[in-house]
């Protein structure tokens, strides 16, 4: 079976020098060595979850660094292989993050501590390697694939530990093909009746909507011309699908038409050609360019009249689609250092992870903090002078404060939100205008902790409450 998959692993590696196939190759055979006589719930041998891991990393063309780390990712929690010799044979950022993914001793620890623990250790090496976080979420999606061979008792709590909190990591790392497909086959086990209507409503429309997709693909390329590269349409994933209809919107907003440019530029270019040909609806642009919340979903998205039906349009550049097909992959360059990485990684995770550590007494307060930060979908706001402040959806004008100027958010009173006074508890929408209104003294309370939500919100008042 080994030489099966290991030329399986070298048909994928054909983007690889030829050196780095032969190390891939020598790790192979390491990993089997180490894992033989370990068998899977399937019955299958335990190396066919390694070497599945890596296939998952290998689609997205990953560096030589990811793979090794993937095949080896369980070798020193199962066997006796320690860290010392994984970093002597394969060096120290291998042997980094196959730290990183390497749970605790579970001791006398209760299941939901043991859980947390985890859960801080690897976010904790992850923003040192970004790799830890984007090797955990293939080998979940590689377990969510084989989930059927487990007890219910044990399906839906792993599903939907999934959808909360591995699924929004792979789209805050711009992992949506593996987004998706972890909320979908998470969504399959925890409303299977649910899963399956939506997907019929899906399947029952797409043929509609592709006859509008030839119309409108003829007229905007007609008009267009050289600056349009590609035109395609697409639906929603099944789980945004669902959560799309359970706030009410029309079948057709779970497709779109999408755009491709040569250019940024173009982009907008293409956005005027749209909205001549059809009529525009009011208040549905998104700029996503302008104001990017992902490095890796930079577009265009409006909403058009066409024959009487409200279709979306996507529109991105062709260097913005490769981003947002390989996500942070397309970041992970072979030849960075360490310190690269690191830079690198603090910068998709942001500063969260080391401040809700500091304002957590506990690893399940601290995955409570930090699923609520670091894993929300992200709102944008404005102050009156345009600038924007990007904070987890949920969050109050005591977070907008914060993040905007603490020595303004300690003074503060209330606030003005597109012109209209709000209390400063109050929990603001994306795309609004708020703008702090201040006193002349400090007014924080201890109250204010039980309206803040962001980390350094939290901390802040702490720090100038003394607590």
């Not at 992992?175 to 998470?186: K, T």
């Not at 992870?353 to 670091?374: M, P, Q, R």
Request: glycine fraction near 4%.
């Amino acid at each position: 079976m080994i030489d099966d998959l290991k030329a399986r692993l070298i048909q994928m590696s054909d983007y690889l020098s030829r050196s780095e196939i032969k190390l891939l190759e020598k790790v192979i055979t390491f990993a089997d060595k180490a894992h033989h006589g370990q068998k899977r719930a399937t019955g299958e041998p335990y190396i066919t979850h390694p070497v599945a891991v890596c296939e998952i990393l290998l689609e997205y063309k990953a560096d030589i660094t990811s793979l090794i780390s993937a095949l080896l990712h369980d070798v020193v929690e199962d066997t006796d292989i320690t860290i010392r010799e994984i970093q002597l044979k394969f060096g120290k950022q291998v042997s980094t993050i196959v730290e990183g993914l390497t749970k605790v001793e579970k001791g006398l620890l209760e299941k939901e501590e043991y859980s947390a623990i985890n859960t801080e250790k690897l976010l904790t090496a992850s923003i040192i390697d970004i790799r830890v976080a984007v090797i955990k979420i293939a080998d979940r999606l590689h377990n969510m694939r084989t989930l059927s061979i487990k007890k219910i008792e044990k399906k839906i709590p792993y599903a939907n530990e999934t959808i909360i909190f591995f699924a929004p990591l792979a789209e805050r790392l711009g992992l949506y093909r593996i987004q998706e497909e972890l909320e979908a086959l998470s969504f399959s086990y925890l409303n299977p009746p649910k899963s399956n209507t939506v997907q019929k409503l899906i399947n029952n429309y797409a043929d509609k909507f592709a006859d509008l997709f030839f119309k409108c693909s003829a007229e905007v390329q007609r008009v267009g011309g050289s600056l349009i590269i590609g035109l395609d349409w697409g639906k929603e994933p099944l789980y945004r699908s669902y959560c799309l209809l359970l706030e009410e919107h029309a079948l057709s907003d779970l497709f779109s038409i999408k755009v491709i440019t040569n250019s940024p530029l173009n982009c907008y270019t293409a956005l005027g050609i749209i909205h001549n040909l059809y009529t525009p609806i009011e208040n549905q642009l998104m700029d996503n360019i302008a104001i990017a919340k992902s490095p890796f979903l930079k577009q265009l998205k409006t909403k058009v009249h066409v024959d009487n039906i409200e279709v979306n349009f996507i529109i991105k550049s062709e260097y913005d689609k490769k981003l947002n097909d390989t996500g942070v992959f397309a970041l992970l360059k072979d030849d960075l250092t360490s310190s690269e990485i690191t830079t690198l990684s603090r910068n998709l995770l942001g500063d969260a992870i080391h401040t809700v550590k500091s304002i957590s007494n506990s690893s399940i307060e601290f995955y409570d903090l930090i699923a609520f930060e670091l894993l929300q979908r992200v709102i944008t706001l404005y102050t009156p002078k345009m600038d924007v402040v990007s904070l987890p959806k949920g969050s109050t004008v005591i977070d907008f404060a914060f993040t905007l100027n603490s020595q303004i958010a300690k003074c503060m009173s209330a606030a003005l939100v597109n012109g209209k006074l709000k209390p400063i508890h109050h929990v603001l929408n994306d795309m609004e205008i708020v703008e702090i209104l201040t006193t002349n003294k400090e007014m924080v309370k201890a109250d204010w902790l039980v309206h803040a939500q962001t980390s350094k919100a939290i901390k802040a008042i702490n720090d100038l409450l003394n607590i």
